[in-house]
């Protein structure tokens, strides 16, 4: 059986809730985000849009309706990724979903956190 290939991408310390970064992972760019709940996430460090790289957007919220027409209140505050280019929002708590389109979604790669350290597998 085929052993699985894991390498570390930054350590725990390096990111604090709602705060991401950019790495690399064999060959791919990525993102490597973390959650307000303290979650580790990546993604390829590609809009699926245009192509522009997610590391250079940021992690913010989203605005969602209230039961008061044209009024909305800004929630999930560090579980959103907007892409710098045209804002596309991704959900990164649900596997990088487009919040416009949720059967759209970025590449996502499995994270495993162990004695500090932050490492992706394939």
């Known amino acids: 059986m085929k052993e699985a290939v894991k390498e570390i991408v930054c350590q725990e310390e390096d990111l604090q809730p709602g705060e991401m970064m950019s790495a690399t992972f064999g060959r791919h760019d ?3 985000c973390r959650a307000s709940d303290g979650h580790y996430y990546a993604f390829l460090d590609r809009c699926i849009h245009q192509g522009a790289e997610l590391s250079k957007g940021k992690i913010c919220g989203a605005p969602e ?3 008061e027409l044209g009024e909305y209140n800004f929630q999930r505050e560090g579980d959103i990724l907007r892409c710098p280019w045209h804002g596309r929002e ?3 708590k649900n596997n990088g979903c487009m919040l416009a389109n949720e059967k759209l979604k970025l590449r996502n790669f499995k994270v ?3 004695d500090g350290q932050v490492a992706l597998t394939k």
């Open 65 to 67: 309706p209230t039961d």
């Open 112 to 114: 495993v956190v162990e």
């Open 30 to 32: 990525v993102v490597v």
């Open 90 to 92: 991704f959900d990164i």
